[in-house]
């Protein structure tokens, strides 16, 4: 599995943005897909994740209530939205798949970066 993380951009405090994270191959839906981010100076950090079906959903406390993931497995795509934005928040997001759900580290496949960057 290959993935392809989009939707990079600045935005002010408060602000939202959507994250975009497509897959290649025909077995997508196999795989759970988690969002993980990581600060400058920081280790990386687990953000959300989602099963294979998309029913269940797993969030880090920091962006419980602010952030949703989904997943359209037509379009081979799994989201992040982020609203209610905070300076925190900056990070390079990356996703990653594995075939199990439920897991917040060692993922299996990871996609590159994408540079979310909040300015107060």
């Known amino acids: 599995v290959q993935l392809q993380a989009s939707g990079r951009g600045l935005v002010q405090a408060g602000g939202c943005l959507r994250l975009s994270c497509a897959a290649s191959g025909r077995t997508f839906s196999s795989y759970a897909v988690g969002w993980f981010r990581q600060a400058p100076g920081k280790e990386r950090e687990f953000v959300a994740d989602?099963?294979?079906?998309?029913?269940?959903?797993y969030y880090a406390a920091s962006v419980k209530g602010r952030f949703t993931i989904s997943r359209d497995n037509a379009k081979n795509t799994v989201y992040l939205q982020m609203n209610s934005l905070k300076p925190e928040d900056t990070a390079v997001y990356y996703c990653?798949?594995?075939?199990?759900?439920?897991?917040?580290?060692?993922?299996?496949?990871w996609g590159q970066g994408t540079l979310v960057t909040v300015s107060s």
């Open positions: 989602i099963s294979r079906s998309g029913y269940s959903t």
């Open positions: 990653g798949a594995d075939r199990q759900y439920g897991k917040t580290s060692g993922y299996e496949y």
